[in-house]
């Protein structure tokens, strides 16, 4: 029987949602060279996955947190799923802006979030964790209580896990970096040599281009 973290992982590599490239790295906003890069945006055109995140995501809330009142999404990538979510469970839903709005009320969060409800906080993407734990300080600056959060994937960066430890924030993904990996080399998308070079990534990101260029020299 597939566990869910692989049932995920070939689903996010069949449609492209996760591309690995470790020969020719991608450049994130950050300035970071990668040789991965992920767009869970592209779940939502295919009815299939996005129903299977959703039930996932759902069960999860059902079984870790059966006193949810609310679901959040992050913008903009866990609105769609989150709206998803919450409407599956019959729950209120809300999402967090990564800045408030410059104009009106100046809102951080959208939706009716009552002072006191139990909140489950929805990602796409754990990367840094940075937009995710800003968005759980702004449920917990309004007086709501957040759960847990779940994501569709995570890079596991131990700084990322460190700072979600800190924030007393419990983190379940569908699928991680390990089981891409795992999945990738299963399906030859990737062979034992490019299996390296994802590995030493993960454990300096921010320093892996400049230890690419020095090895290419």
Request: hydrophobic fraction near 40%; glycine fraction near 6%.
């Amino acid at each position: 029987m597939k566990t869910v973290q692989k049932s995920t992982a070939e689903k996010l590599l069949k449609i492209k949602a996760i591309k690995l490239q470790p020969s020719n790295p991608f450049t994130w906003a950050s300035g970071w060279k990668s040789p991965i890069y992920c767009d869970n945006r592209k779940l939502m055109s295919y009815p299939a996955i996005r129903n299977f995140i959703k039930v996932e995501f759902a069960r999860i809330v059902l079984e870790k947190y059966p006193h949810t009142d609310a679901i959040a999404g992050v913008a903009t990538g866990a609105i769609a799923p989150g709206v998803l979510v919450a409407d599956l469970l019959g729950l209120p839903f809300v999402y967090i802006r990564s800045t408030p709005k410059d104009h009106g009320l100046e809102n951080l969060i959208e939706g009716d979030l009552k002072p006191g409800q139990k909140v489950v906080v929805i990602e796409d993407l754990v990367s840094t964790g940075g937009s995710s734990l800003k968005a759980v300080e702004a449920i917990r600056r309004d007086g709501s209580d957040v759960l847990g959060m779940l994501a569709v994937f995570t890079y596991g960066f131990p700084h990322a896990v460190q700072s979600m430890k800190e924030a007393k924030v419990e983190l379940t993904t569908l699928c991680n970096y390990d089981a891409i990996l795992d999945e990738a080399l299963q399906t030859d998308y990737i062979d034992e040599s490019e299996l390296k070079t994802l590995q030493d990534w993960r454990h300096s990101p921010e320093n892996w281009g400049q230890i690419i260029k020095k090895a290419k020299r």
